[in-house]
C-alpha cells in the first residue's frame, strides 16, 4: 500500500490531511514534536479507515535530528506533506527576536532541512510525490505580517526549484498557497467567512492535486486573482494601504 508521511500532525490542516490520504486507503505515517497527543488521531485512522497508521516523534526545529528521524521511519514514504508551521502576531515579531526566529525557523529553515533530505531519496529511487503548504502570505511582503509572509515567500521559492530540480527524476513538487484557514493558528484573528477556508477543504484541495500532479494550488480557487490584483498595485501605492 502506498505511504503518506504527514509532516507537522498535530496542526489543525496536517490532521484533516492525514484523514483524507487514509480515506482513500494509504497507510499514514504521523510526524510531530509530541506523538503521545495523536495517539487518538491514530487509534481513528486505524479503526475507522483500517489502515496502517504510525506516530513519530519529529522536530522541525532540531535540524541535526531530521536525518536520523527520516532514516527511523519503518518504511520510505511514497508522497510526504510538509505542513507544520508557526505564525505570531508581527508586532511581537519585530521586537521579540526569539519570535522572529522561531517564525522562520518553523516555516522555512526547517522546511527545507527535512525537505532536502527527502528529496535526496526520492531523487535516487526516481519516484516520489512532494507537497509543501505555504502561503498567499508569501505572494506579496504586507505590513501586518511580513515576517510570516518573507518566511513563506522563501518556503514557495524553495518549492518552486524544488520542483524544477526533481523534474528529471520523475519526482513531483506540489505548492499549496492557501489563504485564510479555521485553526488554531488563526483563532485569535477576525476572518471574513466568504474568503475562508476549513482544514478539510485545505485537505481536499491537497488530495487532488497530489494525485493530478498539479505544480501550484490557491485554496480557494479566488485567492489567484485576489493576489494577482495585490501583486499588481505599483509599489508607490501600495506601501500607503494599510494592509
Request: charged share 25%; glycine share 6%; with cysteine.
Amino acid at each position: 500500500m502506498p505511504v503518506v508521511l504527514i509532516l507537522g500532525a498535530t496542526s489543525d490542516m496536517g490532521k484533516a490531511i492525514a484523514r483524507k490520504f487514509a480515506e482513500k486507503e494509504y497507510d499514514i505515517q504521523l510526524a510531530c514534536r509530541k506523538p503521545e497527543e495523536i495517539s487518538a488521531l491514530v487509534s481513528d485512522l486505524k479503526i475507522r479507515f483500517q489502515r496502517n497508521c504510525t506516530a513519530h516523534a519529529f522536530d522541525a526545529t532540531d535540524f541535526s535530528s531530521h536525518r536520523q528521524f527520516y532514516a527511523s521511519l519503518p518504511s520510505s514514504p511514497d508522497i510526504v506533506v510538509c505542513v507544520f508551521g508557526y505564525m505570531t502576531d508581527n508586532d511581537i515579531a519585530i521586537t521579540v527576536w526569539e519570535e522572529a526566529l522561531r517564525t522562520i525557523e518553523t516555516n522555512y529553515t526547517g522546511a527545507v532541512s527535512i525537505l532536502n533530505i527527502i528529496a535526496t531519496d526520492f531523487g535516487s529511487k526516481k519516484e516520489g510525490i512532494i507537497a509543501g503548504i505555504s502561503s498567499v502570505a508569501g505572494e506579496r511582503g504586507r505590513q501586518n505580517n511580513y515576517i510570516y509572509g518573507s518566511a513563506k515567500a522563501g518556503f514557495t521559492a524553495y518549492l518552486s526549484g524544488l520542483r524544477n530540480k526533481l523534474y528529471k527524476d520523475n519526482v513531483h513538487v506540489v505548492s499549496v498557497l492557501p489563504g485564510f484557514v479555521y485553526t488554531k493558528m488563526t483563532e485569535h484573528l477576525k476572518l471574513p467567512k466568504l474568503l475562508t477556508a476549513t482544514p478539510e477543504d485545505v485537505a481536499t484541495y491537497t488530495y487532488n492535486a497530489i494525485i493530478k500532479r498539479k505544480d501550484i494550488i490557491y485554496i480557494k480557487w479566488f485567492w489567484k486573482w485576489i493576489m494577482f490584483i495585490i501583486k499588481c498595485i505599483p509599489e508607490t501605492i501600495f506601501k500607503k494601504k494599510t494592509l
